[in-house]
């Protein structure tokens, strides 16, 4: 999915072009991380323990590739690896509800 915007940044010619445009890329980023979820939740079934399911390891090494994404972007990276911890262990607290319900 890829955010299709009506105009450009420097296309715009109002405060309203630019507030309808971000909308629109927030709508669309909204359902990427919806369809991540999707993802999440799938991978409860193929978790075999409560470390799989928090897979340090594996978080970890996620939060340095987006900083890695975010410096790419010319974004601050301690900006998107916060964004990034906040989601993450949300989506993880869901797969562990889902896993242990699927466990009992």
Known sequence: MEAI????PE???SMADIRDEIDLLDST???LIGK????????AKF???ETAVRAPERFKA???????????QG???DVIQKLYSDLVNYFIREEMER???EKA
């Open 75 to 77: 974004l601050n990276p």
């Open 47 to 49: 978790k075999t323990s």
């Open 5 to 8: 915007n009506k105009i450009s």
């Open 62 to 72: 996620m939060l340095l590739r987006r900083r890695e994404w975010a410096q790419e």
């Open 11 to 13: 296309q715009c010619i």
């Open 99 to 101: 896993w242990q319900a």
């Open 36 to 43: 991540r979820y999707q993802y999440v939740q799938a991978a």
């Open 29 to 31: 980023i909204i359902q």
